[in-house]
Structures are given as structure tokens and as C-alpha cells.
């Protein structure tokens, strides 16, 4: 369970309260209208902002004063996930360890995970060489190697169109969630949390309301929800 | 969104970085300074040496930039065969030593070259090259071609979409849009051209004759070298100071445009482009100004090769060490500041820039004089004072590259653990290469053709190029001075493509 315990974020004259829980090895979808706060809160939780008050704690243990790299977090931004002069299987690698040595088990780690995502093959190429979708992939590789327990997802496909970015969500879930992961991603499409999230927490006004189921949340919205969905 | 500075990087180098310059710029000058004996005043000597450099250095950042405006213009608006060549040429006099300049200019306007030439067949008094106005011309040929680019940045920023603007409403393009340009860049560009021409010491030391075109700089060299009077040399030292950290505070403070800035390969479409001539001659006699001198340099050079002294062919080797070391150290330096950063490191960095080499060398000098003989570490003070005073031009160049290193990937190197070496190692260093690149090369070209502190210090086995040349100046081997010339050329640029072409190879952007 990740718990915001009076958490308030504060930066310039912008400022954002959350006091709620997200449900362990589900899928939750942080929904808003922009400049809300959505990826101010996922870079709290990764430890990029301090928080002004309130604390992050993760199965029980108490991360606010941890540093980013020590959180068992892994994080998806919405643009320069790979390092453009690094190959697939440099970037991939980070996952197990921060450093561009492997041992041969770890390489042949790296050749798995790349061949999961489907990517066999193409750990020699760099970044550049790839098209949009198989960045994400190539992404979302490192995130499954780095076996980190939390994953937040900063809009990382949005740049993709629509069937790609549906692909992707898919393996989101299939690799991550069903794999015992907590998912945390923002999105401002209904659709993406229709697909594949389990609970839909608001993020309006100034405020992150609880998490509630999916359906159930959009079949009778809140009124900040419905006023962003324009119902 | 949320972006905070994260510590990513080790501190400790950018501290003891700073540390260093700071000891190497107001360490040195305090050193000086203690040693002296602040008894005597200013001499008349030393007033003429003060307004002279004022004088000359306004002068010539005046003409520099007032010739600088037609060919800016002209190259704003025209496209022609050769407009991107000779814009890089105009890149080359930064790298240039100056004492190569120096014999160029001798070529063309001297008593035997070929201006004097055609003037007396014509008939006409000859004009001498030393003194005042060979000050002034030398510096208007370094700083000539610094200030067309400047112009033609602000030309160039102009979006084109305002001159298309201007051109639908018949609107007159000077008083629009290039006056407003010309009053924000011209005060920068004339601000940084005297800011050079303040701690002018070769050019003064080659073309300046007699007490009349003495510079501050000269004037600390000679109260050194001949008189060896600590105390006027560290008072003028403490002026040189004074007027070098004015002028750079307000330079700093009116620039808004990057020196070595790249990308000019943009032509806006004009419709104000009646009289083509007048663009072209401002464009050809640039040209030729810039162009027979240094052609000169190479026509009488070559021959010159064979007849040199095989001690010239040493001292280029001492001259590529040091220019190496003093790269290397500058770079290092540099990238420690860049990774530090912060409002403190700024000002660190253009400090050097108020800083006379001399002075800077003459007290690191006496800070190691009781340990060592002043010519054994005459090398490596040359190197410690190229590094320091090159330090400004090569943080400009790889300061804003960390920044955007730190910006676009900070975040993604901290979630995956990736902090302070391995940081530096695996993403700062290979993103950064190409400023990298061009700023070691620049260093090592500098330093190459630096003809400073290693006058006041170097014995014959210590000699660099630059002093060798200048020594066979002096020795009136003028033939065996054109060949060290076409080396020092020659070496000077080489490295300094070698380094620029190591930034540019194999980079995935």
C-alpha cells in the first residue's frame, strides 16, 4: 500500500493536498484537468520534490526522506527515457545496475527481457535507430529489469497514436501489474484508464480525491470528474 | 513541471576548481601585491601607459565595429559561392597567435611590404607600421572579424516572418528592424572587443614603439622584466585589475549573444536587396583584408622552414606539451565548474577575464620561488596561466551544455541510481563531447599561440614557439621567423581541428 499522509506540495503559487492510499499490485490512473498536479504528485513520490508537509510511505515504511535513486520506485517521463548515446541494451542494462558493465548473466538478462517486449535482437541499435513504439518498449524493458516494486508512468506514451499507445498500456498490464507491480499512471484520456486501470483517483482544485473503482467512477462521475469529462 | 535541482554530481571538484582560479587570479595578484612596496607612485610613464590602453582599446573596438556593420549586413542578406567558408573564416583570428598576425601585418603594411611597395613607385611617403595606428590595425584584424559576427547573430535572429511583415507593409527595414537590432548587440560587441583590446601585451610588445604605445600589460612586463620593481608592476597590476573587471562587468552585463555561437547558415529572404555592389565590396575588402596578410604569412614562410634553427623545431614540441596540459587542465576545470554551477561559479569563471596573464604568472612565480628556480617551472606556470585564462571562453562554451544534460536527463539518471562519477561518465562526458571538443581544441590553440608570461621567465631551454619566433624577430631573422610563423600556423590550427573533429565524430543527438 503507498499511502500520502497529509502530504502538500508547494512550488511557486501552486499547491496540492493529498491525503489517500493506493492500493498495492493494482493499477491506478491519476485523472485531471492539466496543470492540476498529476505528474507534480508522481514526482513527490519519486522523491524529485520535497514535500512542503505531510509524508510517502511505502508497505509500511516511511520514504519521504529517502533519495530518489534509493525509493523502490521506477519511473516513466513523458519524454527522454532513454539515453540517446547509449544502445538499447546500455539503456536497458541500467536496470539491473547503474553502470555500463554486465556480467554475462546480467547480458543475457538484458537479451530476455528485450525479447519479452519484443525487441529480440535489437540491443546493438541505438535509440535513434528505433521508431516511437519500440522506444517505449525498449523503455518499459528497463522498468521490468529494474524489479522495483512501485512503477509511475508520467504520460510516457503520449506521443504515440492511439493503436500504439493502446499496445502499449496492454503490456503495461500483462508485464507489470499482472506481475505483482503497483502502476501509478497519469493520463488526461478517460480511455487509457478504461483500459487497463483498476481505480481512478481525481486530481482537481488543489486536491487528490481516493481512488475509486474504474466503472464505477465514470459511470456516476464526481463533479470535478464530470466537469473535465464535460458532462 | 516540478523540476528541482538535484544534487547529482560530486561538489568537490567544482569547489577545488574554483579554488584553484581563484588563488591563480586574485591569489597571485595578492602575492604581487604583498611582495611590494607601495612607496612610489604613479610616474608619468605609467599614466601615458593607462591612457594609452584606454585610448587604443577604444578606438579599436570603435572601428572594429563600425566596419563590422556593412559586412554583417552584407552577409545577412546575400548568398554567394564561399559565404559559409568565409564565415568560418572569420572564426580563425581567435585561433590565431597573435605574434603570426603580427608577421602578416609586417608582410602587408610594413616598410618592406607590399603596401609601402606600391606607395613609393607611386610616389607617396611610406607609413610605418609601429607605434599607435599598427596598435590599432592589429587589434581592428583580430577583432574585426569577432565583431561581424556578432552583428550577423543579431541579423540573423531577426525572425524572417518581420521582414516579410515589413516588406507587405512597405515599412522602411532600418529604422523597423535593423536599428533596434544594431542598438542591443553593437554595445555588447563594443564592450567585448575592448575588453580584449584592454589586456593587449603581444601586439603592444611587437608594434608598439617607445613609451608613447605602451600598454598597462607592456608596462608590467617592462617594470618586471628590466627594472624588476615588484611594486610598480603589482600597482599596475591592481589598475590593470580595475579596469579590466569594469569593463567585464558590463560587458557581462550587456552581452546577451554567444561568442562562439554556431548555426549562421540561415539566409532570410529580403526584399530590400537593390544595389547589390556595395554589399559585395564590403564583403570582398573584409576579404582581402583578412586574407593577404595571412597569405602572406604562408608565402614567405615556406621557404623560411628550411632555414630555421633547429631549436625552433624543439620549441614547438615544449609549445605542444604545454598547450596540451594547459587543455587538459582548462577542460577539467571547466566541466568541474559546469557540473557545480550556481550564480558563485559564474563569476569565478569570468574572472580570469579581468586578470593580466603576467601578473597572474609573475605572482605564481613568487609564490614557488623559495621552493624553485624561476626557469625550471617557467612551463608550467605558462600552462597554469593558459588554462586560467582561457577558463572564461571554454565554461562559456561547455557551461550551457552540462545545464542541458542536467535538465533533459538529471531525472532519468537519478531514477536509474546513475549519480556522481557514473554520471559524469557514462552520460555527461559523451553529451557534451562536441562542446568538449571545441573548447580543448580552443584552449590548446590559445595556448599555443601565447606570447605572455613565458617572456618574462623562459631561458633558451625553456623557449616556446611563440618566443622562439619572437626572439628571431628581435634578432632581426626575419626569413627564419616567417618559417617558425608558418609552424606556429600550421600547429595551431591543427590541433585545434584535431580536437574540434574529435567533439564532432560519432554523436547520436
Known amino acids: ?231 | 513541471m516540478a523540476q528541482r535541482a538535484i544534487t547529482i554530481s560530486p561538489r568537490w571538484p567544482g569547489v577545488l576548481a574554483g579554488a584553484l582560479v581563484l588563488v591563480l587570479t586574485l591569489g597571485t595578484l595578492a602575492a604581487v601585491a604583498l611582495r611590494a612596496e607601495l612607496t612610489t607612485g604613479l610616474g608619468t610613464a605609467d599614466w601615458a601607459a593607462i591612457r594609452f590602453t584606454v585610448v587604443q582599446a577604444f578606438l579599436s573596438a570603435l572601428i572594429s565595429v563600425v566596419l563590422a556593420i556593412p559586412v554583417a549586413r552584407a552577409l545577412a542578406r546575400r548568398r554567394f559561392w564561399g559565404r559559409q567558408a568565409f564565415i568560418t573564416l572569420l572564426g580563425a583570428p581567435f585561433l590565431l597567435p597573435v605574434i603570426v598576425a603580427v608577421v602578416g601585418l609586417i608582410a602587408v603594411f610594413g616598410r618592406n611590404g607590399i603596401l609601402n611597395s606600391t606607395m613609393i613607385w607611386a610616389g607617396i611617403e611610406p607609413i610605418s607600421i609601429y607605434g599607435f595606428h599598427g596598435v590599432i590595425l592589429a587589434h581592428v584584424f583580430f577583432n574585426l572579424p569577432l565583431a561581424v559576427r556578432f552583428i550577423l547573430q543579431g541579423w540573423l535572429a531577426i525572425p524572417s516572418e518581420r521582414f516579410r511583415l515589413a516588406a507587405s507593409l512597405n515599412a522602411p527595414i532600418g529604422r523597423v528592424l535593423e536599428i533596434p537590432m544594431l542598438r542591443a548587440v553593437v554595445p555588447s560587441t563594443f564592450l567585448v572587443i575592448f575588453l580584449i583590446c584592454l589586456t593587449s601585451f603581444a601586439v603592444a610588445l611587437t608594434l608598439g614603439r617607445g613609451p608613447k604605445s605602451t600598454t598597462v600589460e607592456l608596462a608590467i612586463y617592462q617594470a618586471l622584466r628590466f627594472d624588476f620593481d615588484l611594486g610598480r608592476a603589482a600597482m599596475l597590476a591592481c589598475i590593470q585589475f580595475g579596469l579590466c573587471a569594469v569593463a567585464a562587468v558590463i560587458a557581462w552585463r550587456v552581452t546577451g549573444v554567444d561568442a562562439m555561437g554556431a548555426g549562421f547558415d540561415r539566409t532570410v529572404t529580403r526584399w530590400d536587396k537593390r544595389r547589390p555592389f556595395w554589399d559585395y565590396l564590403a564583403i570582398a575588402l573584409a576579404a582581402l583584408f583578412l586574407l593577404i596578410p595571412l597569405a602572406m604569412v604562408v608565402l614567405r614562410g615556406l621557404p623560411g622552414l628550411l632555414i630555421m634553427p633547429s631549436s625552433v623545431w624543439l620549441a614547438a614540441v615544449r609549445s605542444v606539451l604545454v598547450a596540451i596540459g594547459s587543455a587538459t587542465l582548462c577542460c577539467t576545470m571547466a566541466i568541474a565548474l559546469g557540473l557545480l554551477g550556481g550564480r558563485a561559479v559564474a563569476v569565478v569563471g569570468v574572472l580570469p577575464l579581468a586578470a593580466s596573464g603576467l601578473v597572474v604568472g609573475t605572482g605564481a612565480f613568487l609564490i614557488v620561488y623559495p621552493f624553485v628556480s624561476p626557469s625550471d617551472v617557467a612551463l608550467v606556470i605558462t600552462m597554469l596561466v593558459n588554462a586560467t585564462l582561457a577558463l572564461p571562453f571554454v565554461l562559456r562554451a561547455i557551461g550551457p551544455a552540462i545545464v542541458a544534460v542536467h535538465d533533459d536527463f538529471g531525472r532519468l539518471a537519478v531514477s536509474v541510481g546513475l549519480t556522481r562519477w557514473r554520471w559524469l561518465w557514462v552520460v555527461v562526458l559523451p553529451r557534451i563531447r562536441r562542446p568538449l571538443g571545441f573548447g580543448a581544441g580552443l584552449s590548446a590553440a590559445l595556448s599555443m599561440g601565447d606570447l605572455g608570461v613565458i617572456a618574462l621567465f623562459a631561458g633558451k631551454a625553456e623557449e616556446t614557439l611563440p618566443l622562439a619566433m619572437h626572439r628571431l624577430m628581435g634578432a632581426y631573422r626575419m626569413d627564419a621567423a616567417a618559417g617558425a610563423a608558418v609552424l606556429l600556423l600550421g600547429v595551431s590550427l591543427l590541433i585545434f581541428w584535431i580536437c574540434d573533429h574529435w567533439g564532432r565524430g560519432d554523436v547520436d543527438l
Open chain 1, 1 to 231: 500500500m503507498l499511502i500520502c499522509e497529509d502530504l502538500e506540495l508547494r512550488y511557486d503559487d501552486f499547491s496540492l493536498r493529498a491525503d489517500v492510499r493506493f492500493a498495492a499490485g493494482a493499477i491506478t490512473a491519476l485523472i485531471g484537468p492539466s496543470g492540476a498536479g498529476k505528474s507534480t504528485l508522481l514526482a513527490a513520490i519519486a522523491g524529485f520534490l520535497p514535500p512542503a508537509s505531510g509524508r510517502v510511505s511505502w508497505a509500511g515504511m516511511d520514504i519521504t526522506a529517502q533519495s530518489p535513486a534509493d525509493r523502490p520506485v521506477s519511473m516513466l517521463f513523458q519524454d527522454n527515457n532513454l539515453f540517446p548515446h547509449l544502445t538499447i541494451a546500455q539503456n536497458v542494462g541500467l536496470g539491473l545496475r547503474p553502470g555500463l558493465r554486465l556480467s554475462s548473466s546480467q547480458m543475457s538478462q538484458v537479451d530476455a527481457v528485450l525479447e519479452s517486449v519484443g525487441l529480440a535482437g535489437m540491443g546493438t541499435r541505438k535509440p535513434a535507430a528505433l521508431s516511437g513504439g519500440q522506444q517505449s518498449r525498449a523503455a518499459l524493458a528497463r522498468v521490468l529489469l529494474a524489479d522495483r516494486p512501485l512503477v509511475l508512468l508520467d504520460e510516457p506514451f503520449a506521443a504515440l497514436g492511439p493503436n500504439l499507445k493502446g499496445e502499449m498500456l496492454d503490456l503495461v498490464k500483462q508485464r507489470l501489474a499482472d506481475q505483482g507491480r503497483t502502476v501509478m499512471m497519469v493520463t488526461h484520456d478517460p480511455d487509457d484508464a478504461k483500459r487497463i486501470a483498476d481505480a481512478v483517483a481525481v486530481v482537481a482544485d488543489g486536491v487528490v480525491s481516493d481512488p475509486a473503482p474504474t466503472a464505477a467512477l465514470f459511470d456516476n462521475p464526481p463533479s470535478a470528474l464530470a466537469a473535465y469529462l464535460g458532462r
